[in-house]
C-alpha cells in the first residue's frame, strides 16, 4: 500500500502564493506518475497537474499553465505544487494521487489518493 498525506494549504488573498506538498511512503515502484487535482464546493474533480517521477515530465491543466508548478523531490518521496497568483476560483480541496501509469493519473483514475487539503483564495 501506499500512503500520500498533503499539506500546505491554507487562506491566502487573490494574488499570492501557497505551496503544497504530498508525501508519499509505503510501497514503491520502479515508475510512477504523481498529480495533483482539485475538488471546489459542488464542482466535480478537475486535474491541476502531473509528474512523471522518473524522468521529470510535467502536464499542467490549461487553467493553471504559468501560475502552477510541480516538481518533486526524489530523495524525500514529496511531490510540490507551487501555486502563485492565486484566483478566487482556485479555491478547493486538493489532493495529490499516485498511478504507475501517467495517463491513469492524469486521467484521475490513480490507485492511490490523499485525503486533501483545503485551499481558500479570498478576493
Known amino acids: 500500500q501506499v500512503q500520500l498525506v498533503e499539506s500546505g494549504g491554507g487562506l491566502v488573498q487573490a494574488g499570492g502564493s501557497l505551496r503544497l506538498s504530498c508525501a508519499a511512503s509505503g510501497r514503491t515502484f520502479s515508475s510512477y506518475a504523481m498529480g495533483w487535482f482539485r475538488q471546489a464546493p459542488g464542482k466535480e474533480r478537475e486535474f491541476v497537474a502531473a509528474?512523471?517521477?522518473?524522468?521529470?515530465?510535467?502536464y499542467y491543466a490549461d487553467s493553471v499553465k504559468g501560475r502552477f508548478t510541480i516538481s518533486r523531490d526524489i530523495t524525500k518521496n514529496t511531490v510540490y505544487l507551487q501555486m502563485n497568483s492565486l484566483k478566487p476560483e482556485d479555491t478547493a480541496v486538493y489532493s495529490c494521487?499516485?498511478?504507475?501509469?501517467?495517463?491513469?493519473?492524469?486521467?484521475?483514475?490513480?490507485?492511490?489518493w490523499g485525503k486533501g487539503t483545503l485551499v481558500t483564495v479570498s478576493s
Open positions: 494521487s499516485l498511478d504507475q501509469n501517467p495517463l491513469v493519473t492524469i486521467q484521475g483514475r490513480g490507485a492511490y
Open positions: 509528474i512523471n517521477w522518473s524522468g521529470g515530465r510535467t
